[in-house]
């Protein structure tokens, strides 16, 4: 314990120079306890450190070299990685939607991009009342129609249900029953009181124009899909 106690008092001094000079220098910027704390950790960090390589130097000055490059590089690596966070966000958004076409890629609120699935069609994960159900995106359709199973899956009662609209599918006259859903989010886009059906068969959803219509656009990019609030 001895050994630390100069390395202590020397972060004690540098640290109460540090206060005062930005005391002085920067009048209020230490009005946030938090900023006024972290400095602090931060300063003691830093003065630990560097009196401990110090110490080293005078010891073992080949570790010391070792040890100060290495925390150096650390420093640069982190530095790196705050300043160019949000383009790290960016690829790792489009990354994303690479490998997960289905994951609508974008801000919140903003526009959002679909990739073309393999078998050139767009589909989206689309949260129906919180509950992730997977979408065939179809301007073709006039509603969304949600398969009976996605459907219970995002909490709806079908069996209370009466399947007494007539539908037209790709396989031929089918019947579907009147839902209302409370939200769906598109990606970073959300949409209240949507107006749906539920298909008595049926096992792909579709993301139809009751959705879509309420959107200030739709259009398609080579293989991207992009939906505009």
Not at 16 to 40: E, I
């Amino acid at each position: 314990m001895k050994r630390w106690l100069p390395h202590l008092a020397l972060a004690a001094l540098v640290i109460a120079a540090v206060l005062l000079a930005m005391r002085f220098a920067a009048p209020g910027s230490l009005d946030d306890s938090d900023t006024a704390l972290r400095l602090v950790y931060s300063a003691g960090l830093i003065v630990l450190i560097s009196s401990g390589l110090v110490g080293a130097f005078a010891t073992r000055p080949g570790h010391a070299v070792r040890d100060l490059a290495i925390w150096i590089g650390i420093g640069l690596v982190l530095m790196t990685g705050y300043a160019l966070r949000e383009d790290f966000a960016i690829i790792a958004g489009r990354v994303t939607g690479n490998l997960v076409p289905a994951r609508a890629q974008g801000e919140a609120g903003g526009e959002q991009t679909i990739r073309r699935n393999a078998d050139g069609h767009f589909y989206i994960v689309s949260e129906v009342d919180g509950r992730p159900v997977l979408f065939l995106v179809d301007t073709g359709a006039s509603m969304v129609a949600l398969s009976r199973a996605d459907a219970e899956r995002a909490g709806i009662d079908t069996a209370a249900l009466r399947f007494n609209r007539p539908i037209q599918t790709a396989s031929g006259t089918s019947s579907a029953a009147g839902v209302r859903l409370r939200s769906m989010r598109l990606g970073g886009l959300e949409l209240h009181d949507v107006e749906a059906i539920v298909m008595i068969d049926g096992g792909q959803s579709l993301l139809g124009m009751s959705a879509l219509n309420r959107l200030s656009g739709v259009e398609i990019r080579g293989d991207e899909l992009v939906l505009r609030p």
